[in-house]
């Protein structure tokens, strides 16, 4: 039973976490959940952040970036877009035979990676800027 009240009358949060999703969420909270934890694993924040900042990449593309082997780009891939932090694509190259293969973050891994990690990681910097005794 989800609403979209972030705050109770008194202004404490909900007693329930599900009651933060708006009531027609497209995702459960499970789903968010795992989304977060899926940007937990290194190799996997690394993808996703590649193909935030660069857009889309190629298999190749990513093992060379991320100087890993193929299968274990492929398993990290995978459970990027179980999750919907990334899709991937298929496409043929003009004058080329067969089906390439393209991965791009959705918005879901925009939003996580830049709204997520990436704002956790400017809140340090910004807090060490103003605790930091040797710039006075």
Request: hydrophobic share 30%; aromatic share 8%; charged share 30%.
């Given at each position: 039973?989800?609403?979209?009240?972030?705050?109770?009358?008194?202004g404490s949060?909900?007693?329930?976490?599900?009651?933060?999703?708006?009531?027609?969420?497209?995702?459960?909270?499970?789903e968010y959940l795992?989304?977060?934890?899926?940007?937990?694993?290194?190799?996997?924040?690394?993808?996703?952040?590649?193909l935030?900042?660069?857009?889309?990449?190629?298999p190749?593309?990513?093992?060379?970036?991320?100087?890993?082997?193929?299968?274990?780009?492929?398993?990290?891939?995978?459970?990027?877009?179980?999750?919907?932090l990334?899709?991937?694509?298929?496409?043929?190259?003009?004058?080329?035979?067969?089906?390439?293969?393209?991965y791009?973050?959705?918005?879901?891994?925009?939003?996580?990676?830049?709204?997520?990690?990436?704002?956790?990681?400017?809140?340090?910097q910004?807090?060490?800027g103003?605790y930091d005794?040797?710039?006075?």
């Amino acid at each position: 039973m989800a609403t979209d009240q972030t705050r109770t009358v008194d202004g404490s949060p909900p007693d329930d976490p599900e009651d933060l999703l708006p009531e027609e969420s497209i995702l459960t909270l499970d789903e968010y959940l795992a989304m977060h934890a899926a940007v937990g694993h290194r190799t996997r924040y690394e993808i996703l952040y590649r193909l935030v900042h660069s857009g889309e990449m190629s298999p190749t593309e990513l093992e060379d970036a991320l100087e890993i082997d193929d299968s274990t780009l492929h398993y990290h891939l995978n459970e990027l877009v179980d999750v919907s932090l990334i899709e991937k694509r298929q496409r043929t190259e003009r004058g080329q035979d067969g089906l390439y293969t393209y991965y791009q973050a959705t918005v879901f891994g925009e939003v996580t990676l830049t709204d997520g990690v990436d704002e956790l990681i400017r809140g340090e910097q910004a807090f060490e800027g103003m605790y930091d005794s040797s710039t006075r």
